[in-house]
């Protein structure tokens, strides 16, 4: 039998967290009932109050609503794009972007700021290649079984390791 825990950096508390495999053995059990764990069956079976599941999600409908509707506006701010131009090698070149970033992903409070603006100050763009960064790393993690992708992770080491050569030099 399998043995399931949080993937890394989840924002559970240690309470939740120690439901994992709990979790993974119920996500199992509707895989082997339904063909398939769809998220309208995860849904119905958490509403069950000793479902391990059931701490994981708001009951109360209007908190549900409101959060809900804060999430479809990051979203709504997350997928706007904008032209942006750059100079690579001299030549002005027209690349399209995300308009708006947040400078503190963590934060479900963070405001997103525009990017045109934080690509211009060498801290803020910095810390916006830091969070990159540690999607590539997440990303990394995600998919580290397919072998075909090394000359991708090959190449996120080589950013890391000359932005740390960068940082020694600064020191």
């Known amino acids: 039998m399998a043995k399931y825990n ?7 508390t240690k309470v939740q967290k120690a439901l994992a495999n709990d979790i993974g053995q119920e996500l199992e059990t509707i895989r082997k009932d339904e063909g398939g764990i769809l998220p309208e069956e995860v849904l119905r079976r958490a509403h069950a109050k000793k479902s391990p599941m059931h701490s994981f999600f708001t009951w109360d409908n209007h908190s549900a ?13 997350r997928n706007i794009e ?3 131009y750059r100079k690579p ?15 503190n992903p963590t934060s479900q409070g963070g405001a997103y700021f525009p990017t045109v603006e934080i690509l211009s100050d060498a801290d803020r763009r910095a810390n ?8 590539a790393e997440q990303w990394r993690e995600r998919w580290k079984h397919l072998d075909e992708l090394r000359i991708v992770f090959d190449a996120i080491d080589r950013i890391k390791a000359k932005r740390k050569r960068g940082r020694k030099a600064a020191v």
């Not at 409101?66 to 990051?74: K, S």
């Open 6 to 12: 949080f993937k890394k950096g989840s924002r559970y």
């Open 65 to 77: 609503a409101n959060d809900h509707r804060l999430e479809q506006a990051r979203l709504l701010i």
């Open 82 to 84: 904008v032209t942006i």
């Open 89 to 103: 090698m001299g030549k002005q070149e027209p690349t399209v972007v995300r308009a708006f970033y947040t400078e």
């Open 128 to 135: 916006l290649l830091a969070i990159a960064l540690q999607e």
